[in-house]
Nanobody
Framework: QVQLVESGGGSVQAGDSLRLSCQAS???????VGWFRQALGKEREFVAV????????DYTDAVKGRFTISRDSAKNTVYLQMSSLKPEDTAVYYC?????????????????WGQGTQVTVPS
């Protein structure tokens, strides 16, 4: 089993930055970690993904140039640095992890999920 714990959410003004953290623990091998978000009344959507080797990184178009995903293998932690935040970034952000190859922008490719952390950017 793998446990994922997100932290770093909060309420910030438009244009500000936040860094989310996702710490993984447990004994099961994981190959990639992604971030998803779900706004109130909307479906969960892909934000970013990184393989634990760091060889592959991908973002949804809406956050390219503003968000950066990275990992610290020694700490089993993946970060999502969010800059130039907009009101439309308001959502609960979830960290997810998986081991089998698949379409990494699809939630169904992930085996483990964190509890989520709220990010609010008032308009």
């Amino acid at each position: 089993q793998v446990q994922l714990v997100e932290s770093g959410g909060g309420s910030v003004q438009a244009g500000d930055s936040l860094r989310l953290s996702c710490q993984a623990s447990g004994r099961t091998f994981i190959n990639f970690v992604g971030w998803f978000r779900q706004a109130l009344g909307k479906e969960r959507e892909f934000v970013a993904v990184i393989t634990f080797s760091g060889e592959m990184i991908d973002y949804t178009d809406a956050v390219k140039g503003r968000f950066t995903i990275s990992r610290d293998s020694a700490k089993n932690t993946v970060y999502l640095q969010m800059s130039s935040l907009k009101p439309e970034d308001t959502a609960v952000y979830y960290c997810a992890a998986g081991w089998m190859s698949g379409v990494l922008s699809h939630a169904s490719s992930y085996n483990y999920w964190g509890q989520g952390t709220q990010v609010t950017v008032p308009s």
